[in-house]
């Protein structure tokens, strides 16, 4: 049995800091005000081609559709600074952390899997840490 090393909450935060557009945050407070918030991780298992099209930075959202069950986990009440990504099940499964920039709901891209109903879309930004060696190349 393997044990996961717990993500530094800490660490993720300055990852997240240093990924984000300084010019958005207005004055040392803005800062120092996103340093004391609590990180939260949204964890997402996904299928192969669609975990391979964000490792490459080819995907840049995520769909899941308008059921009871996610609107609970991405109702607006509820901040996640980043998803952890998986593919598949097991001790050495890949798995990258990117960062959240947003969640909407509307219409996604069919191209990357959003099927022609509503849906919520997750917008993702930069990969701040991930076990992939080779990520696929678009």
Known sequence: MSRRKPID???LLAKIITK???TKLKTNT???LLADAPCSILHLTLHRKWFDMIASGEKREEYRAMKDYWHRRLNQFRH?????FVNGYGAHR???LVELKG???GIGKPEWGA???PVFILELGAILESNVKNPATP
């Open 9 to 11: 909450r800490a660490d």
């Open 20 to 22: 984000l557009d300084m």
């Open 30 to 32: 803005d800062i120092e």
């Open 80 to 84: 996640y600074d980043a998803v952890k």
């Open 94 to 96: 890949p798995w990258m």
């Open 103 to 105: 969640k909407r709901m």
């Open 115 to 117: 099927p022609s109903t």
